[in-house]
Each structure stands twice: as C-alpha cells, then as structure tokens.
C-alpha cells in the first residue's frame, strides 16, 4: 500500500467478525470512538481508528463502575464498602 493511503474495511464485514450490530457500529462512530468514510453510499471503517478504539477497549477506558443491581452484588456488607 502506498504511503498515502488510508486502509479502509468495509462496514458489514467489521460488523460480521466482531459479532456486532449496524446500530452498535454506528454508535461507536457517534461516540468519536471509531471512524469511517462514506464511498459511494456505502460505509467503510477506517483500520487505523479501529486498532486504537481496540487498544483502548483492552486499557479498559471503556469500563464503567457497577450501577444497579450489579452495584448491590458487588457491596461489602462487612466492612460497607464497594468491592473492586
């Protein structure tokens, strides 16, 4: 590949190997997670964007604390804290 071109993938094939939806994807891009380009109506997510949105996923930037019910069930009744 020549030095200034950009590897693109298209949008249904990332959505197939990573097992998720059209709708998650899309989130993902309006969130600044991940990029894409529109060629000729259709979408292609830009490689580079998606090795960093994997990279950060890995260094957990992504993870949230416990809410709800998954909140309860990691409380410490003993010393009445949050478990990590």
Avoid: H
């Avoid at 994807?25 to 991940?34: A, F, P, T, V």
């Avoid at 890995?58 to 949230?64: D, W």
């Amino acid at each position: 590949m020549k030095e200034n071109q950009i590897a693109l993938r298209p949008a249904t094939i990332v959505c197939r190997e990573r097992g998720i939806s059209d709708v998650t994807l899309w989130r993902w891009e309006k969130r600044g997670w991940i990029r894409t380009s529109n060629i000729n109506g259709r979408k292609y997510v830009i490689m580079a964007s998606l090795q960093e949105f994997d990279r950060r996923a890995i260094a957990g930037e992504f993870a949230r604390r416990p809410r709800g019910a998954a909140l309860l069930s990691s409380y410490d009744s003993n010393s009445g804290s949050i478990r990590d």
